[in-house]
C-alpha cells in the first residue's frame, strides 16, 4: 500500500471506527435507562444496580493494557473480532438473568470486549495520524459518546412496550450485526508508514518510544492518570445515573427527553473540538480551560439544577466539555510516550476510568443512599475536575525529557 492509498485508507478506517465506537457506547451511556428499568422490575436498590456500572468500568478499563501488548505485538483484527463476540454475547446473555451477580458476570463479559474494541479503536486513530492526532483521537472517541442519541430512542422504545429483557436480547443482536463485520478490517499502518506533519510545536511526538514502565517512572503520567479519574467520573455520572438525578430535580419528561439526545451529541462534539483545539494551541493548555469550565458547570448543576431549563442548559454545557478528556489523553500519551507502545500505553492509562466509574457508579449511589442526594457526589467531582485544571498547567504538566 503506497502512502497515498494509506491517505485514503487511514480515513476508511476512521468511519468504521466511529460506527464501533458508537454501537458499543450503549454499554455506557444507556445503562441509566436500563439500570432504571431494573430497579422498577426487580426492586433492587440504588447500590446493588450502581455496582454494575463499576464491574463495567473495571472490567472494560483494566483490560485494556493486556489487549494492547497483544494488538500491538501480533495486530489488531483477530482482537478485536473476538470482542465483538464478547461484545454482543453480554448483552444476549444478560436478558436471562434473575440476580446481581449474574448481571455482574454477564454484563461485566461484555464489557471486556468493550474496553478492547474501544482501546484499539483509538489507538488505530493515534498511529494512522500523528499529524492530526487530536481530530483523530477527537471524530474516533464522538462515536462513542455521540453514539446513544440514536440508540437511547430505540431502547427507550423497547421499555415503553416491554422488559429489559427484550433491550438486552435485541441490542446484543444488533451489536453482533455491526461489529462483526466492521473489526475485520481493523489494521495497524506498517512500520514504515510515515506522514508530514503540520502541527503546534508543543505536539510534537517524543523522538523516542517509551516502554510502559518507562513511562511509569516520569511524574507526567501521574498528573494525567489523576486527572483522567476525576474529570471523566463526570460524564461517567451522568451516563449511571441521569434518569434518578432528573428525578431528583424534578425534570419532567419532555425536559429529559431533550437530555437523552443532547448529552450524548454534547458529549461526542465535545470530543471533536477538544482535539481540534489542541491541536493548534496545545493539550495541556486545552485541558486547562475544558476543565476548569467543567468544574464550573456542576457547581452551577448543584445550585441550579432545579430550573428544568438551567438542568437541560447546563448538562449540555457539561457535555460539551466533559467528553474532552477521552480526545485528549490518547493524544497526549502519543506526544509524550511514542506511538510505537501507544495501545499499551494507553491501556495502562485508561485503567483510570476503572477508578471513575466506582465514583460514578457504587459510590455516588452509596452517597445518596447515605445523605439522600446527588449533590455530594456532584460536588465531590466538580472540586476535583478544577483541581485537574490547575495541576494541568502547562509549565507543570510538560512534555517528559528524553530518556536517556
Wanted: hydrophobic share 50%; proline share 4%.
Amino acid at each position: 500500500m503506497d502512502s497515498s492509498d494509506s491517505k485514503h485508507y487511514r480515513w476508511i478506517l476512521v468511519l468504521f471506527a466511529i460506527i464501533v465506537m458508537m454501537t458499543i457506547s450503549i454499554y455506557q451511556y444507556s445503562w441509566s435507562l436500563i439500570a432504571y428499568a431494573i430497579r422498577n422490575e426487580l426492586k433492587w436498590d440504588l447500590a446493588t444496580i450502581g455496582l454494575t456500572f463499576t464491574v463495567y468500568a473495571y472490567c472494560a478499563t483494566f483490560i485494556q493494557p493486556f489487549s494492547g501488548i497483544i494488538a500491538d505485538t501480533y495486530g489488531p483484527k483477530k482482537v478485536a473480532f473476538t470482542a465483538a463476540i464478547l461484545i454482543g454475547l453480554g448483552f444476549i446473555l444478560s436478558s436471562y438473568i434473575n440476580s446481581p451477580i449474574q448481571l455482574y458476570i454477564l454484563y461485566g463479559l461484555g464489557s471486556i470486549g468493550v474496553g478492547i474494541l474501544y482501546g484499539i479503536s483509538t489507538a488505530m486513530a493515534v498511529k494512522w495520524f500523528p499529524d492530526k492526532r487530536g481530530l483523530a483521537t477527537g471524530l474516533v472517541v464522538f462515536g462513542f459518546g455521540s453514539g446513544t442519541a440514536i440508540f437511547n430512542w430505540i431502547i427507550q422504545g423497547i421499555l415503553a412496550n416491554g422488559s429489559f429483557r427484550n433491550v438486552f436480547l435485541y441490542m446484543g443482536l444488533l451489536m453482533l450485526a455491526l461489529l462483526t463485520p466492521a473489526s475485520l478490517l481493523y489494521k495497524y499502518p506498517p512500520p514504515e508508514y510515515t506522514v508530514k506533519r503540520k502541527i503546534n510545536s508543543k505536539n510534537i511526538e517524543s523522538q523516542v518510544n517509551y516502554k510502559p514502565t518507562e513511562m511509569l517512572k516520569t511524574y507526567q503520567w501521574y498528573l494525567i492518570y489523576f486527572s483522567f479519574t476525576f474529570t471523566v467520573s463526570i460524564v461517567l455520572m451522568f451516563g449511571a445515573q441521569m434518569k434518578m438525578l432528573a428525578k431528583e430535580f424534578n425534570i419532567p419528561k419532555e425536559y429529559f427527553n431533550m437530555v437523552l439526545i443532547l448529552f450524548p451529541l454534547g458529549n461526542g462534539l465535545s470530543r471533536i473540538v477538544s482535539g481540534t483545539v489542541s491541536d493548534a494551541i496545545g493539550r495541556a493548555k486545552t485541558m486547562v480551560i475544558f476543565y476548569l469550565l467543567l468544574g464550573i458547570s456542576i457547581l452551577c448543576l448543584v445550585n441550579f439544577g432545579q430550573n428544568p431549563l438551567s438542568f437541560t442548559a447546563i448538562v449540555f454545557m457539561a457535555s460539551l466539555l466533559g467528553g474532552s478528556p477521552f480526545a485528549l489523553y490518547p493524544a497526549t500519551i502519543g506526544d509524550y510516550y511514542g506511538s510505537k507502545y501507544a495501545t499499551t500505553n494507553y491501556g495502562i492509562t485508561y485503567t483510570a476510568k476503572a477508578w471513575a466509574g466506582l465514583i460514578s457508579g457504587w459510590l455516588s449511589g452509596y452517597l445518596v443512599m447515605q445523605y439522600g442526594t446527588y449533590r455530594i457526589p456532584l460536588m465531590i467531582v466538580a472540586i476535583c475536575s478544577i483541581i485537574a485544571a490547575i495541576i494541568s498547567n502547562p509549565k507543570i504538566l510538560k512534555k517528559p525529557e528524553n530518556k536517556q
